[in-house]
């Protein structure tokens, strides 16, 4: 299933001089980038520098104070976040909000439902049948320790029996990421996905990640840390303050003293084996 | 075997109830039978099932809160509102208009319908301890409002009571026979429940409860929080309506002072709270636990309510989600609860702890010099 776009030049979401302050702060200020269809976008920049807040204004959880958003040759400004979603842009929150009562194929299933009161479209048995698809797409079968060849006839898994409470953190992440994939996103935006995590499951969501882009969905990461990003992404954009400082390719963006003055310098040293997030250097001051 | 159980368990559930629902329907039949002083006074058995009348009213003003407060988490103050809403129409309708008592109730509770879409319109503006203020303010000042008209003396209809009671005696009755009334007031009951708890066992229950458990995180999963909590609204004043209308063919007025004072609004919420929030089902059993309660206890005079509210805030404290909801957890099996493995959070190296402790230690120090 490839989605490549129909369109050769435009990209698949464009955003124009976007601006939104709160109060006095300015948390994004005239910031532009683009997405390319079916890339893997890097989006990163020190803690606070307005990369959430571009998801938020991306995905319609706040209204920006000014400009554009253009995604797949529509303008998408200013829309409320269910329509946000049905057109295409999916995410996922930095810190995990799964619904607690819920269980996990339950918790799938939400992102599944209709909008329309009445509707014969989207029975229980095709959304069950759907929810089956994404947990095990996202490998939530295998974390709530179900063998992968061991699914029982209608397709459920213990998702079925499991509460968010029983998932580890990297389980949590793929939550996030099975919920998100129940909307059949072009795009997906993922906020942090790898803080927190042990190198072996950074690995393993990074695979998870590079299978959707080859499924012909398109990425955009944020991370406050590239090392763990070099590898997966493909072009990065950095903002700081509220602004785009540095676009390119990791490599390049890595040489850019604007970007390591930034980070205080050294921070995107990639030659670094590890990759645990927890060794940036922006902890190195409070040290 | 697991997926077995879980079908089956409910069915318990169910039976129970039905068997709840089958003894309610015994109930005239039921009452002389047990307490043989109500075969020799018909008026002791009509005064009972009065009680019981009323019990059933306050299980579809709680179940109506429970869709609105226990499984959207939009906490009403108010419900009073819609209550009122409801009995002043149904009082206003059957002195002017010459339909039959169900059409009345029923465009009743339609009205009050209207008046959830319109308390809806700020309440998705709204969170939280606001969203509650909101609702309360607006039932007062409908309270208020109705006083103030007095439409019964300006409008000249009925006969005008106190403080803008409508007095419809006349016009507004359903039959004279109790036996009669009961069960209309029990299909009531159980017409509300099915309708009730249908819609929050369905995807829209879903989504409405995914918008109580994190409104920002539904908007995310592609749920139009805006229109569903709406709807929320919308139901739920449909079924407080119902319950005044029906509560003034009960008792052939409406009166500020009863349909829409603020104590039927505190009283729908300790009934949802005792039976549990979040269930339907268990504000059917708070309301005849709180009406039998108020009954049974009367020698205590207004203590009774003092007691009734006290064992609401201790459920609240003790056992959040009902007494109902913790005995059917404990029965459906805890065991499908997969509990995650206890990983103590690693203890921070002393190196670091100690230098914030001392600073913290002088810190608040110095805030006590």
Known sequence: MTRRGPKGSEPLLRVEGLSKAFGGLQAVSDLSFHVREGEILGLIGPNGAG????????????????GR??????????WPPYR???????RTFQIPRPFPHKTIAQNVEIALLPNALFTLRGRRRDRWARVAACCT?????????????????????????????????????????????ANDPHLLLLDEPFAGLTHREVEELSELVRELRAEGRTVVIVDHNMRGLMKLVERVVVIHFGHKLAEGTPEEVAENPAVQEAYLAGTLDRSSSSSSSSSTLKEGPSR | MRVRRLSLRPRLGSALLLLFFALLAAMPYLLPRLFPEMETNPLLLRRWLDILVMANLLAVLAMSWDLLGGYTGQISFGHSFFFGLGAFTAAILSLTVDWSPWTVIGVGALAA????????????RLHGPYLSLMTLVAALAFDRFIRWLKPADRFDLGIPGAEGAILCSLK????????????????????????????????????????RDDEEAAQAAGINTAKF???????????????????????????PSYVLNLERSVEAIATAVLGGMGTIVGPIFGAYFFKLFEELFRPLEALRYGVLFALALAVLLLVQGGLLSRALQRLRGRDLVAVPPSAPPPSPPPSEGLPQGTETQTGTEAVRR
């Open chain 1, 51 to 66: 990369k959430t807040t571009a998801f938020h204004l991306i995905t319609g959880m706040h209204k920006p104070d000014r």
């Open chain 1, 69 to 78: 958003i253009v995604f797949r040759g529509r303008e998408i400004t200013g």
């Open chain 1, 84 to 90: 946000v979603v049905q057109a295409g842009i999916a």
């Open chain 1, 137 to 181: 797409r996202a490998g939530l079968c295998q974390t709530v320790g179900h063998p992968p060849a061991a699914h029982t006839p209608n397709g459920r898994c213990e998702c079925w029996h499991t509460y968010p409470g029983a998932l580890p953190q990297a389980g949590l992440r793929k939550l996030e990421i099975a919920k998100a994939l």
């Open chain 2, 113 to 124: 319908a209207v008046g959830g879409v319109l308390i809806a319109a700020p309440a998705l």
């Open chain 2, 172 to 211: 507004c009755f359903l039959t004279f026979d109790a036996v009669a009334k009961y069960y209309y007031a029990l299909a009531l009951l159980v017409g509300s429940f099915l309708v009730l708890w249908a819609i929050a066992r369905s995807r829209i229950g879903l989504a409405l409860e995914a918008i």
């Open chain 2, 229 to 255: 909590k709406t709807l929320a609204f919308s139901v739920s004043g449909f079924f407080a309506g119902l319950s005044g209308a029906f509560y003034v063919y009960h008792i052939g007025s409406a009166s």
